[in-house]
């Protein structure tokens, strides 16, 4: 049996200690990490999205949507890595209500696509995702409070990588 279980263990478990010494680190980390996937959808959406349907309040919606994602992702990498101190709050506020501009217009959209036998099941899921993305941010947001549910994952991190660390250690070694 490969050792695989005690090294993800260990890098899960050193991981969750980052997480609970550094939690403010770890916000940015998600912050930016958003951004980076907001940039790469909007990019997905001009690409693949709007070539799926030829009228033009689709094409649109699906435009504006992607080029404000590709702007506010870009703004939400730039800004907090340049600035500090409140730009990181107000590029949070920021990424949430694109978040949930984003979804709205993605639901709309999709609303659109109904009478064209498209299968929209994606497109909601998608769009779903936004609003979740949007909610952790919120969960985050405030200082304290995302701190604190920040250091609650990384002790979640922690018990995982300990339980899988307690797995390699105690199962059948294959020799």
């Not at 694109?98 to 036998?117: E, N, P, R, W």
């Not at 779903?128 to 604190?148: C, E, N």
């Amino acid at each position: 049996m490969k050792r695989w279980y005690l090294y993800l263990g260990s890098l899960l478990a050193l991981l969750g200690l980052m997480i609970i010494i550094f939690p403010a680190f770890w916000i940015k980390v998600v912050v930016i990490l958003l951004g980076l996937g907001m940039i790469a959808y909007g990019i997905y959406s001009l690409k693949v999205t709007k070539a799926l349907y030829d009228d033009s309040t689709f094409v649109t919606t699906i435009l504006v949507k992607s080029i404000a994602s590709i702007v506010i992702g870009a703004l939400s990498v730039i800004f907090p890595l340049a600035f500090s101190g409140t730009v990181w709050t107000v590029m949070i506020w920021i990424l949430i209500i694109s978040l949930i501009l984003s979804a709205i217009a993605g639901f709309y959209s999709a609303a659109l696509l109904k009478d064209t036998g498209i299968d929209r099941k994606n497109y909601f899921l998608e769009n779903l995702f936004l609003l979740i993305a949007a909610l952790v941010l919120i969960l985050i947001s405030p200082k304290q409070l995302g701190i604190a549910i920040v250091r609650i994952i990384g002790v979640a991190v922690m018990v995982i990588g300990g339980a899988l660390i307690a797995v390699d250690l105690t199962s059948k070694k294959d020799t």
